[in-house]
């Protein structure tokens, strides 16, 4: 009895897998003078975009007077900015990651913070 319930149940995750997976698209973007590119995944049950320029204003943050967006450094091979979204119908999500760089000799030096 037991076999033929599980035959029942891997066929139903089987087929809602395969059902589920129809209606998925991949789009990548090769954004101009970097080796980053874009990339939005789009299905039935929700998506995902992953895009290499993050916007601080998305978080609602104050920037620190004078700091400027950290430039990506081809030596690093990765982008110091990023803008990660998830979502569903359930539930969504954003992550906006930024490096910023200040010439002010009064802000502290963050080697020296105790985390």
């Known amino acids: ?6 035959l029942l149940w891997g066929t139903i995750v ?15 973007k090769k954004n101009d003078g970097s080796s980053n590119s874009d990339v939005a995944v789009s299905t039935p049950l929700g998506s995902l975009s992953v895009q290499s320029t993050g916007d601080a204003r998305k978080t609602g943050l104050k920037l620190y ?36 760089e200040t010439t002010d000799s009064s802000f502290p030096n963050p080697t020296n913070w105790i985390l």
């Open 14 to 28: 089987s087929l809602t897998s395969l059902l589920s997976l129809l209606g998925c698209t991949i789009e990548t």
């Open 65 to 100: 007077p004078g700091a400027t967006v950290k430039p990506d450094n081809d030596s690093d091979h990765h982008s110091n900015n990023a803008d990660i979204a998830v979502s569903s119908p359930l539930f969504g999500m954003t992550l906006v990651v930024q490096k910023f």
């Open 1 to 6: 009895m037991t076999d033929k319930t599980n």
